[in-house]
């Protein structure tokens, strides 16, 4: 027979698989008598059966999901350096030769920026790309992807709320350099807004 969660040849009777470690619940209708096809649901199983739900995931490192983090980051403050010389622009013209006036305005418009431009990029980047090829600009480039509890795309709405409770923590001091962290000792990898909507980031190796 086959386990249900990662698809190794085990023993009949087996109790744990010795490929993954998942365990096998006794004369559970989900041990086929042949690996399980993509689409097995692993986990409805062994939540059926009582067991805790760990899906058996290749996930990504620390490193690489920082790597990618910053490679998105970057991107962000093109985008405020962008907004920065347009509303900067614009906001000196109009001010004409009341420079004191202009400053003033400028050094209110610039809190803004930053949150502004996150949402913008963020919306495109970690919004549309995750949830229509799996992984943002940065996460392509070190071939990771993001995927829910069966390996699945997120829709769109699950994309944003993640978005959306990652940019939430960042109004909280040292929050998201602790989310940020968190994978390190996370047994899933997971980062705080990962478990917030139940995603995982794994490895992509093919990019596609």
């Given at each position: 027979m086959f386990c249900p969660s990662c698809g190794a040849q085990i023993q009949d009777g087996s109790a744990f698989c010795p490929g993954c470690g998942a365990m096998i619940p006794a004369g559970s209708a989900a041990v086929q008598t042949g690996p399980p096809g993509p689409s097995a649901a692993a986990p409805a199983v062994f939540a059926a059966a009582g067991y805790p739900v760990a899906p058996a995931m290749d996930y990504a490192t620390w490193a690489n999901r920082a790597i990618g983090y910053l490679v998105d980051a970057v991107l962000v403050g093109v985008v405020v350096a962008v907004l920065y010389l347009v509303l900067g622009g614009l906001l000196a013209s109009l001010a004409g030769s009341v420079s004191q006036d202009a400053g003033v305005t400028m050094c209110c418009v610039s809190l803004l920026l930053f949150p502004l431009a996150t949402l913008l990029v963020g919306l495109y980047n970690r919004v549309y790309l995750v949830s229509q090829r799996g992984y943002s600009i940065g996460q392509g480039l070190v071939k990771v992807k993001v995927v829910d509890a069966n390996g699945q795309l997120l829709t769109q709405g699950t994309a944003l709320i993640r978005l959306l409770v990652q940019a939430g923590m960042g109004l909280l001091p040292f929050l998201p350099l602790l989310d940020l962290l968190w994978p390190?000792?996370?047994?899933?990898?997971?980062?705080?807004?990962?478990?917030?909507?139940?995603?995982?980031?794994?490895?992509?190796?093919?990019?596609?």
């Amino acid at each position: 027979m086959f386990c249900p969660s990662c698809g190794a040849q085990i023993q009949d009777g087996s109790a744990f698989c010795p490929g993954c470690g998942a365990m096998i619940p006794a004369g559970s209708a989900a041990v086929q008598t042949g690996p399980p096809g993509p689409s097995a649901a692993a986990p409805a199983v062994f939540a059926a059966a009582g067991y805790p739900v760990a899906p058996a995931m290749d996930y990504a490192t620390w490193a690489n999901r920082a790597i990618g983090y910053l490679v998105d980051a970057v991107l962000v403050g093109v985008v405020v350096a962008v907004l920065y010389l347009v509303l900067g622009g614009l906001l000196a013209s109009l001010a004409g030769s009341v420079s004191q006036d202009a400053g003033v305005t400028m050094c209110c418009v610039s809190l803004l920026l930053f949150p502004l431009a996150t949402l913008l990029v963020g919306l495109y980047n970690r919004v549309y790309l995750v949830s229509q090829r799996g992984y943002s600009i940065g996460q392509g480039l070190v071939k990771v992807k993001v995927v829910d509890a069966n390996g699945q795309l997120l829709t769109q709405g699950t994309a944003l709320i993640r978005l959306l409770v990652q940019a939430g923590m960042g109004l909280l001091p040292f929050l998201p350099l602790l989310d940020l962290l968190w994978p390190l000792w996370d047994e899933r990898r997971q980062t705080l807004h990962d478990k917030a909507v139940g995603c995982y980031v794994i490895n992509n190796p093919q990019g596609a």
